[in-house]
């Protein structure tokens, strides 16, 4: 007997929420994808004739024309710049018209622009329903997920028309948008668990807001419902996914409305909110530095260059400090292998066992008296920014790789010097040959 599709929405919250809480490793994950999908796209089969998001990843020049149109008559700076498809990564990209000299102004959005956290709170109804709606509160990008599909429902009609009109379609290089068998392909990697439930977090997210709009639709009194609210049956899987896709991969942090107090009149206990920024959402990454601030005088998101650009160069900012996973999972791209300086992997600061080893006692008090006991797993990688904790691993590494007499002799000298002290600087040659060892083959059955 077939579901209906308030079953198959229910089934589907059931088996999202235990694949995320009660898949103990990535096979059984896997298999949860696999009866996800299946009631997924039962539920997308059910909804196609409601599908409301009609956008395109192909570069349409009439687009965004009407997109430049729609900036310059709202206040934006963008004489410096264009739009254009960039081949070499498919996709569309910002492009100089001008030479930006490194530190110039390249553009600037103004705040009336922006798609925000807070949009929809400016909707009693909406207050109400995010002060009752933990997910909400716990979840910030749900909120301009929400305020991006209300924009997309409202069509034509919507201030925002232009912009939503350049915004891409599809997301083939996103984890979250994987087959299971390409979600297979993360196995051993650590992109493997937050991919995986990257999907496992639509579904069950997608199911909860239908319960959370269907609950504000019976609930209100008042005949001026929300949009997202009154044309609920539009709230398909297909479109929540597109929206959650674009919140995820484009959001940035811009500084919200205070009250005289200094608290957000909008989203209390914050003083940042997350904002779809259009022109910077466009602008591909490249290794450097951050390159844009808000400016509190005109209201707007100020980018400048981080260095020369000529007439004709692709404009490029830098995303932040993060390892190829997370550009994977959030961004749908990885850099080149070696050239990410913020590759990094986990290293556990765990001693041999007193079975293991009979020195435990004395290397226990060792560790305690030159690492901090909340540092017990540790960041490395090749970049400057791992230097500190490439430091505090060589450490834990010759603590491991002392013998009885090297543990004596020290604890006799660490009355006139500090442990750390001593330990920062090599004990001898055989401890050194021997932590370096360790390390090799501690490191070698990591990878």
Avoid at 307 to 335: C, H, M, Q, W
Avoid at 349 to 358: F, H, M, N, Q, V
Wanted: with cysteine.
């Amino acid at each position: 007997m077939s579901l209906n599709l308030k079953e198959l929405i229910s089934s589907l919250k059931k088996e999202s929420l235990r694949g995320l809480h009660d898949s103990p490793d990535f096979s059984t994950k896997l298999k949860q994808v696999q009866i996800c999908s299946e009631l997924a796209d039962e539920i997308i089969s059910i909804q196609d004739k409601n599908r409301d998001v009609e956008t395109t990843s192909i570069f349409d020049a009439d687009r965004f024309s009407e997109f430049k149109r729609w900036l310059i008559s709202n206040d934006a700076n963008s004489d410096k710049i264009s739009f254009e498809f960039i081949e070499e990564l498919g996709c569309n990209g910002v492009v100089c018209t001008k030479d930006i000299p490194k530190g110039d102004l390249a553009f600037q959005v103004p705040k009336k622009t922006m798609i925000l956290q807070s949009t929809l709170l400016s909707s009693k109804i909406w207050q109400e329903i995010y002060s009752r709606e933990t997910l909400l509160q716990r979840v910030p990008h749900l909120m301009l997920c929400l305020a991006l599909l209300s924009e997309k429902i409202l069509g034509k009609t919507s201030f925002f028309e232009p912009y939503l009109d350049i915004l891409p379609s599809s997301f083939p290089t996103l984890p979250m948008m994987w087959s299971k068998n390409e979600i297979e392909m993360l196995q051993d990697t650590t992109a493997q668990i937050p991919g995986i439930d990257r999907k496992f977090n639509c579904w069950s997210y997608y199911c909860e807001i239908v319960e959370m709009l269907e609950t504000a639709a019976t609930s209100t009194k008042s005949a001026r419902l929300p949009v997202l609210v009154r044309k609920r049956h539009l709230f398909t899987l297909s479109s929540f996914t597109w929206g959650l896709c674009i919140s995820m991969t484009r959001q940035n942090r811009i500084p919200v409305a205070t009250t005289k107090a200094g608290a957000n009149a909008r989203i209390p206990g914050m003083n940042q909110e997350l904002a779809l920024i259009p022109v910077f959402d466009m602008c591909n990454h490249e290794p450097g530095i951050y390159s844009s601030s808000y400016n509190f005088k005109s209201e707007s998101l100020d980018c400048e260059a981080t260095r020369d650009f000529k007439t004709g160069d692709e404009f490029r900012i830098f995303y932040g400090r993060r390892p190829n996973a997370e550009l994977l999972v959030y961004s749908g791209f990885v850099l080149p292998a070696g050239e990410n300086e913020f590759e990094s992997f986990s290293f556990d600061l765990k001693l041999p066992t007193k079975e293991e080893d009979a020195l435990f006692p004395i290397k226990k008090l060792m560790l305690t008296r030159t690492i901090h006991p909340s540092r017990t797993k540790l960041k490395l990688g090749k970049g400057p920014f791992f230097k500190e904790d490439m430091e505090t691993v060589l450490v834990f590494a010759r603590i491991v790789s002392l013998t009885k007499e090297e543990a004596s002799g020290i604890l006799k000298n660490s009355a006139e010097q500090p442990l750390l002290e001593i330990f920062n600087s090599p004990i001898n040659e055989r401890n050194e040959e021997a932590a370096v060892k360790y390390l090799k083959e501690k490191l070698t059955l990591m990878k």
